[in-house]
Every structure is written in structure tokens, then in C-alpha cells.
């Protein structure tokens, strides 16, 4: 079975830093996706940022980039710039053929001033 | 409205209650998930319909019974329940379940608590 694995609980970060959050999976499979999730306090869960595991090319979005060594199964992502409203918790998931996603426990992250 | 709405936002009820959460979603999407969220725990899914269809049951037990009338909305009718029970309800929505994108629309849950 799939399983998906955070190992950082919580987090913390001054605004304009760059902060790095860990992910990583186990799965048998060779073509999957692999994605982050932000859930702001009190609001909708929103995606973030995709990976298809068949591309070599990291994913990036704005702020937001993945580091994705398909090798050793690690999926973190690089948040730049941080600012107030990256204050969230962060959901890691997987998604493999056939199946619906699979997310870890998240991490919480806070960005001060 | 746009998006995914849940219904009600927070819900407090005994054991011995019988209630119902309600999600909405006005995305034009087939399928809708119910998800549960605890503290320091994955989500967990509980329920998916693709096309009002019933898909998935992922070992949830019988006091958790979803209804989903058309694609639009979803339900989920609540009884019995432990104190176990409470934690966040998260509704979501995607184009069809067989999609690839794996985006999912999530609303902005219902907290239960069960006393």
C-alpha cells in the first residue's frame, strides 16, 4: 500500500525567507503524481503545486518549487519569499493509477514579521 | 455562489442524535469525496461518487450512511456516533473520479464535535 510520510509536524519562518518542507512516499508503482496541498486557517484546501512522476523537471509555480528525487521517493517543497499568507498547514499526497489521493499528516507552517 | 459549499460549518451533537452534513458544489464536476480530518492524523477518505454513483467505502462504519441525490450535492447522514467521531468533515469535488489531474476542490469543512 501506498503510504505518504511527513516528518515535520510543524514549522516556522521570518517573512522573505525560504523554507523547505519534507515529503516522503512509498509506492511500487512507476507512473504516479505527487502533489502539495495548502489549508489556510479556517479556509478551503487549495492545490499548491503538481508533479507528474514521469517528468524529470522539478515543478514550479511563483513562490512554490518541488524537489523531486523519484529514486529516493522524496517530494519537498521550497517555499521562496515567504510571506504572511503562507501561514498554513501544507498536505503532501500521492495519487497513483486507479487510486484516489493519499495524503500525509501535514505540516503546520507559521511565517512571522 | 462558486466553488464547493459545506454545510454546517460546526455541529455539536450527542451520542444519541441523528444529523446530516451538506455539501454543495457549483463546479459543473461528477465526482465528490468526503473526507475526515483528525488532528495529527492523514486525511482519511470515507466516501467518493463519481456521477452519483458510489465508488468507494473505505471500511467506514455503518453509523457514517452519504447520500448523494445528483451531482451537485452530497450528503452525509450522521447517527449514533462516538466521541471518536468528532473531527473535521471535508467535502470535495473533481471533474470525474478517472481523471488525472488529481485536483480536488475541497470546501472549507464542517467541524463536528460529539459529546
Known amino acids: 500500500a501506498q503510504t505518504v510520510t511527513q516528518s515535520q509536524p510543524e514549522m516556522s519562518v521570518q517573512e522573505a525567507e525560504t523554507v523547505t518542507l519534507s515529503c516522503t512516499y512509498d509506492?511500487?508503482?512507476?507512473?504516479?503524481?505527487l502533489f502539495w496541498y495548502k489549508q489556510p486557517p479556517s479556509r478551503q484546501m487549495i492545490l499548491v503545486i503538481r508533479?507528474?512522476?514521469?517528468?524529470?523537471q522539478n515543478a514550479t509555480e511563483n513562490r512554490f518549487s518541488v524537489n523531486f528525487q523519484k529514486a529516493a521517493k522524496s517530494f519537498s517543497l521550497k517555499i521562496s519569499d515567504s510571506q504572511l499568507g503562507d501561514t498554513a498547514m501544507y498536505f503532501c499526497?500521492?495519487?497513483?493509477?486507479?487510486?484516489?489521493?493519499?495524503f500525509g499528516k501535514g505540516t503546520t507552517l507559521s511565517v512571522s514579521s | 455562489e462558486t466553488g464547493v459549499t459545506q454545510t454546517p460549518r460546526h455541529l455539536v451533537m450527542g451520542m444519541t442524535n441523528k444529523k446530516s452534513l451538506k455539501c454543495e458544489q457549483h463546479l459543473g464536476h461528477n465526482a465528490m469525496y468526503w473526507y475526515k480530518q483528525s488532528a495529527k492524523k492523514p486525511l482519511e477518505l470515507m466516501f467518493v461518487?463519481?456521477?452519483?454513483?458510489?465508488?468507494e467505502n473505505n471500511s467506514v462504519p455503518s453509523r457514517f450512511s452519504p447520500e448523494c441525490p445528483n451531482s451537485s450535492h452530497l450528503f452525509l447522514h450522521l447517527h449514533t456516533l462516538q466521541p471518536e467521531d468528532s473531527a473535521l468533515y471535508l467535502c470535495?469535488?473533481?471533474?470525474?473520479?478517472?481523471?488525472?489531474?488529481?485536483?480536488?476542490?475541497f470546501g472549507e469543512g464542517s467541524r463536528l464535535t460529539v459529546l
Open positions: 470535495a469535488s473533481s471533474l470525474q473520479r478517472q481523471t488525472n489531474t488529481g485536483e480536488l476542490f
Open positions: 508533479q507528474e512522476a514521469y517528468k524529470q
Open positions: 499526497a500521492f495519487m497513483g493509477a486507479g487510486t484516489a489521493l493519499i
Open positions: 461518487y463519481n456521477f452519483k454513483e458510489q465508488t
Open positions: 509506492t511500487s508503482e512507476n507512473n504516479y503524481y
